[in-house]
């Protein structure tokens, strides 16, 4: 299971954490197939972002219909471009990087996107295995970290304010931290050059542990179901999301800003909590053509959201990723998040039984002189973070009460065919069976089970949101049968 606490608790010595970091063992993998681009990587590279500019009436002599350095179109990695934003982008989407490594006299021939590796390669022939032997062959090189410079998604947009504030209603409620995973779609980001934006439709929260301090997510025997539900009706594993609030006054509502002390303290990410990231993006990496990545698959677009207290002792939601160079670390298993200073990782020694390479990072003395130093025993984490905005869309008012969520039941919240019965009125059945809640209480309910053979055409229809088949599935047999049985369960409904 995976542990994770809430930042800025208290101060203690640095030292590795004690706390599990070992992620939920999901039954069932995202199934995306590697070797070619998804689809939103599919549109965004055949478009080439370059960026218009209208013609100066100063500088440009010329007719309309022609073009010159005052006015041609700028490529979506010119500095002129990443520094007309205001503030200025500190990532550039990826496929804008891609079309900058596309761009050298090669035109991208030789370009390769490889992720850092940072285990011995093993079975070497020419030494005994380590510790016995190693050889610069077998060896990882030494790594020098560097901020990344592009991300794989570049905003989180929900699609309703009501889906987050439905997952926060569980803390509001019980004063516990709570975490779901994230389904949607991917689609277009039009205020960055080829931006890709993640719209999440649903929150899927997991069985866990919930605490005022922290939060354990059990293993889930129903998940690989839950994603055949979401794959049936178009639905895509965006990423993962969890609380870290703690009240500050409830008459206002506020909440304490944890994440936003200028120190070690405190970080806006934790080093547990990017490890976890990136743990969750090594198992959901991204697919990409062979021609550019001979694995078949580059970084991921898993993302992690945040929500917490701001500065203003709001309630924030903040994206962030895992850099390449941590999920390369991660993967290896060459980090420990450190204790009392949740804005540090620390580096796992070499021993015998396993070999860590070098690692070092650049930083700036009070002189504002560059100086190098071993990342051994530690460093600071923001040098593995990519971080992006999310927002949330006013939501259209529902003709019918939202399905309960599901593993709430320490909260008094739990499903049964009483809740079937109210929740489907009929005024809206598109609406109704869209909702993601209702379909995995379908699909993994026991009481259900006659409706198992019957479930992928009624997800089929909700993917092309076909309100007639949905309304002409509801005149079968077997979902006739469960409503009799809702109505026999909820005997009072009606009267």
């Not at 293993?219 to 990423?239: E, I, K, R, S």
């Not at 923001?382 to 593993?407: H, M, R, W």
């Not at 309910?445 to 053979?453: F, Y």
């Amino acid at each position: 299971a995976m542990a994770m606490s809430a930042s800025g608790k208290r101060a203690e010595p640095v030292m590795a954490a004690t706390a599990s970091t070992q992620l939920p063992v999901l039954s069932s993998d995202a199934g995306v197939p590697g070797g070619d681009w998804d689809e939103i990587d599919s549109v965004m590279h055949a478009k080439t972002g370059r960026v218009e500019r209208q013609r100066d009436a100063q500088m440009c002599r010329h007719g309309d219909s022609q073009h010159c350095i005052h006015c041609t179109p700028l490529e979506p990695y010119d500095p002129q471009v990443l520094a007309s934003f205001d503030p200025p982008l500190k990532f550039m989407s990826f496929h804008t990087h891609l079309r900058k490594l596309d761009s050298g006299a090669d035109r991208g021939r030789y370009t390769r996107l490889e992720q850092p590796n940072c285990a011995l390669i093993p079975n070497c022939p020419d030494h005994p295995p380590y510790p016995k032997g190693i050889c610069s062959r077998c060896q990882p090189g030494a790594m020098y970290l560097n901020r990344q410079k592009f991300r794989q998604v570049d905003y989180v947009q929900f699609e309703s304010d009501k889906i987050l504030d439905q997952f926060i209603n569980y803390w509001r409620t019980c004063g516990n931290q709570r975490a779901g995973f994230l389904f949607g779609r991917y689609e277009e980001y039009t205020q960055v050059p080829l931006g890709i934006q993640a719209i999440v439709t649903a929150i899927y929260e997991p069985p866990q542990t919930n605490s005022v301090n922290g939060l354990e997510i059990k293993d889930d025997p129903d998940f690989a179901t839950v994603l055949q539900v979401a794959n049936g009706m178009g639905l895509t594993l965006l990423g993962w999301i969890f609380t870290d609030l703690e009240t500050l006054d409830t008459r206002s509502g506020t909440v304490k800003c944890t994440r936003f002390i200028s120190d070690h303290r405190s970080a806006l990410i934790t080093a547990e909590e990017l490890l976890n990231a990136a743990g969750y993006q090594n198992k959901f990496p991204n697919p990409a053509p062979k021609r550019y990545a001979p694995q078949g698959f580059f970084g991921s677009k898993f993302v992690t959201v945040v929500v917490s207290g701001d500065q203003n002792n709001l309630i924030a939601v903040k994206g962030y990723q895992c850099s390449l160079q941590g999920m390369g670390l991660q993967a290896a298993n060459c980090m420990l998040p450190a204790v009392g200073a949740p804005g540090l990782m620390l580096m796992k020694p070499s021993s015998n039984e396993q070999f860590v390479p070098d690692v070092f990072y650049i930083a700036q003395d009070k002189y504002g002189n560059n100086l190098t130093h071993a990342a051994k025993p530690s460093f600071p984490v923001e040098y593995l973070v990519v971080d992006f905005e999310c927002g949330a869309k006013a939501g259209a008012a529902q003709t019918s009460k939202p399905f309960p969520i599901g593993n709430r039941k320490n909260i008094a919240e739990s499903q049964d065919l009483s809740c079937l019965k109210r929740h489907i009125t009929g005024r809206n059945v598109l609406q109704e069976f869209s909702d993601f809640h209702l379909q995995i209480f379908l699909a993994t309910n026991s009481t259900c089970d006659i409706l198992r053979h019957i479930l992928p055409e009624l997800w089929a229809a909700l993917k092309r949101k076909d309100a007639a088949a949905v309304t002409e599935w509801t005149k079968k047999a077997d979902w006739q049968t469960m409503m009799l049985l809702a109505e026999h369960h909820d005997p009072s409904f009606g009267h």
